[in-house]
Structure formats: C-alpha cells, structure tokens
Antibody, heavy 122, light 107 residues
Framework: EVQLLESGGGLVQPGGSLRLSCAASGFTFSDYAMSWVRQAPGKGLEWVSSISGSGSGGTTYYADSVKGRFTISRDSSKKTLYMYMNSLRAEDTAVYFCAKGSPYRVSEFDFWGQGTLVSVSS | DIQMTQSPSSLSASVGDRVTITCRASQSMGSYVNWYQHKPGKAPKLLIY???SVQSGVPSRFSGSGSGTDFTFTISSLQPEDFATYYCQQSYGSPWTFGQGTRVDIK
C-alpha cells in the first residue's frame, strides 16, 4: 500500500525558512517523480514543484511563485522527499501536500499525503 | 501558462443524480487532463487520468471525456460519499495548473 506522510510544517515569521519532509513507503521510491502541491486557506489546489525519478536524472520543476526561494530534493536511501522553503511570505501560507507521479507522467499525481500546514505570520 | 477554467464553481445535487463538470483549457492539449476528488482534511484522490482513463479502484460511475480544449467529468449516479470538491488539472506542460474546483454538495 502506497503511503506518503508529510511533516515539518509550522508557524514561521515572514522571511523565515522551513524544511518539509515526505516519507514514502509501499513503492520503489527512486523510480517515480514526486511533487509538492499546496492549498491556501479557502482556495484551490496549486502545483508548487516536482522532481523526476532517478532514471530521468532528477530533473526539477518549479512554479514561478516559488522559483529561487524553494528547493525540492529527494533522498532515495531514506525514501524521503524534501522541500526547503526560504524567504517565506504570507502568501505561502497553505497546506502542503506531497504527491507521487504516475507511471506515465511526472504531472499525473496518483497518490497523495494528507498534508502539513505552513503558516507564515508575524 | 495554460489556464484551466472550470465550471460550475459549485452545485447542489441529490443522491442518484447525474452530475457533469466542465473544464476549458486556454490551449489545445490532447488528452493530458486529469480529475481529482478532494474532501476536507483528506488526501486528494486521482479519479481520471489522460482525459478518460479510470484510475484503479475508482468506481465506474466516474468518467471523463473531451478533446482539444474542452473536457467533461461525469458522475453517472451520485452517491453519498461523492459529496466533495472536484478539480481538473492539465499535465500537458509546466507549470501544471488546476481548475478552480467545483464543490458538490447535498440539495
């Protein structure tokens, strides 16, 4: 059974940093692309970042809204996905979901975690 | 960026009703459209991928269709567990964008 468990969320001041983690199990982690998708309070889903599987060289992709501030990475030995978030802004406040890519495309998200809440406020 | 315009934003329906949600893309994208279900406090769930392929384990009352820029998601007979928010998403090109969502609630 595929399981994705996010952690690392919390309250942080504007301009601060945070590291999110997503522990994966139930599939061969290195073979699949992984992504972060967020949902701001009362809003819809917004794709944030993706990283391809090891076979595709670990290529990274970012939304313009986080490019240069967020860094996605993965550790296949620990089966864990990370998101390093710097220069945080109030508009980054959201529940952050970790999602697994399908066997067919990086951007088909076939399993999701339940999310971790990031609040950016002074 | 590809914009996904989803409608309606909300609808009220009864158990047993047929429900249809549409999504219009700002450019043609072949079959690269997916549909998700999201309930509050839960993990979103992939229902339909590549326009019309039903994800494993998803009931057959869920279906997708369309072509070019216009795509449709249908629940043939609404069940109590289907009350949720539904999103379309394009997987054609980065940035991978979602529609605004359609909330389906009980009439």
């Amino acid at each position: 059974e595929v399981q994705l468990l996010e952690s690392g969320g919390g309250l942080v001041q504007p301009g601060g940093s945070l590291r999110l983690s997503c522990a994966a199990s139930g599939f061969t982690f290195s073979d699949y692309a992984m992504s972060w998708v967020r949902q701001a309070p009362g809003k819809g889903l917004e794709w944030v970042s993706s990283i391809s599987g090891s076979g595709s060289g670990g290529t990274t992709y970012y939304a313009d809204s986080v490019k240069g501030r967020f860094t996605i990475s993965r550790d296949s030995s620990k089966k864990t996905l990370y998101m390093y978030m710097n220069s945080l802004r109030a508009e980054d406040t959201a529940v952050y979901f970790c999602a697994k890519g399908s066997p067919y495309r990086v951007s088909e998200f076939d399993f999701w975690g339940q999310g971790t809440l990031v609040s950016v406020s002074s | 960026d590809i914009q996904m315009t989803q409608s309606p934003s909300s609808l009220s329906a009864s158990v047993g009703d047929r429900v249809t949600i549409t999504c219009r893309a700002s450019q043609s994208m072949g079959s690269y459209v997916n549909w998700y279900q999201h309930k509050p406090g839960k993990a979103p769930k992939l229902l339909i991928y590549a326009k019309s392929s039903v994800q494993s384990g998803v009931p057959s009352r869920f279906s997708g269709s369309g072509s070019g820029t216009d795509f449709t998601f249908t629940i043939s007979s609404l069940q109590p567990e289907d009350f949720a928010t539904y999103y379309c998403q394009q997987s054609y090109g980065s940035p991978w964008t979602f529609g605004q969502g359609t909330r389906v609630d009980i009439k």
